[in-house]
Antibody
């Protein structure tokens, strides 16, 4: 059974940092890209970062570029999101998702349960 | 960057057919994927690559994509289908539509 478990969320002050982790099981982690998607309270889904299976291709949404860093440790079946210079508008549930890519498209068939990040003083 | 437009809400009577649209410039040239999200839960993929259903998704869910509009169709709608639905394409990033709230009443 595919499982994705996020951790590391919590309450942080504006300007602070958090590191989210997502640990995968039930599939060959090295065969899949991974994605972080967030959802602010009462809002829609917002893609924020992508990392390819070997970790050599990385993309960020403009809203987090320069502040967030995605990485993965294939030996630990884990993907991470280092979040710095956090702002109130970063408050959201953060999901990691297993992302399947072909030559023309990518989509996410499996998602974690999400971890809540609250940025507030 | 590529943008996707969805209606904010769609209503359907139980047993009837609901259609949720996703508009984008020449979206028919892209693969479209659809997710269902119920309150407090993670999204679930219900259609991938325009019309394919993952295992476990009822045949009542179908998709199409042509021109500037992709459509998710839910036949014989049930109360359990009430959820937010998001379309998504890939454009060097995952691009999501704004989401459509489906009400079954």
């Amino acid at each position: 059974e595919v499982q994705l478990v996020e951790s590391g969320g919590g309450l942080v002050q504006p300007g602070g940092s958090l590191r989210l982790s997502c640990t995968a099981s039930g599939f060959t982690f090295t065969s899949y890209s991974m994605t972080w998607v967030r959802q602010a309270p009462g809002k829609g889904l917002e893609w924020i970062s992508y990392i390819s299976s070997p970790g050599t291709t990385i993309y960020y949404a403009d809203s987090v570029k320069g502040r967030f860093t995605i990485s993965r440790d294939n030996a630990k079946n884990s993907v991470y999101l280092q979040m710095n210079s956090l702002r109130a508008e970063d408050t959201a549930v953060y999901y990691c998702a297993r992302t399947y890519c072909t030559a023309s498209t990518c989509y996410s068939a499996y998602w974690g349960q999400g971890t809540l990040v609250t940025v507030s003083s | 960057s590529f943008e996707l437009t969805q209606p904010l809400s769609v209503s359907v009577a139980p047993g009837q057919t609901a259609s949720i649209t996703c508009g984008g410039n020449n979206i028919g040239s892209k693969d479209v994927h659809w997710y269902q999200q119920k309150p407090g839960q993670a999204p679930v993929l219900v259609i991938y690559r325009d019309y394919n259903r993952p295992s476990g998704i009822p045949e009542r869910f179908s998709g199409s994509n042509s021109g500037n509009t992709a459509t998710l169709t839910i036949s014989r709608a049930q109360a359990g289908d009430e959820a937010d639905y998001y379309c998504q394409v890939w454009d060097t990033r995952l691009v999501f539509g704004g989401g459509t709230k489906l009400t079954v009443l």
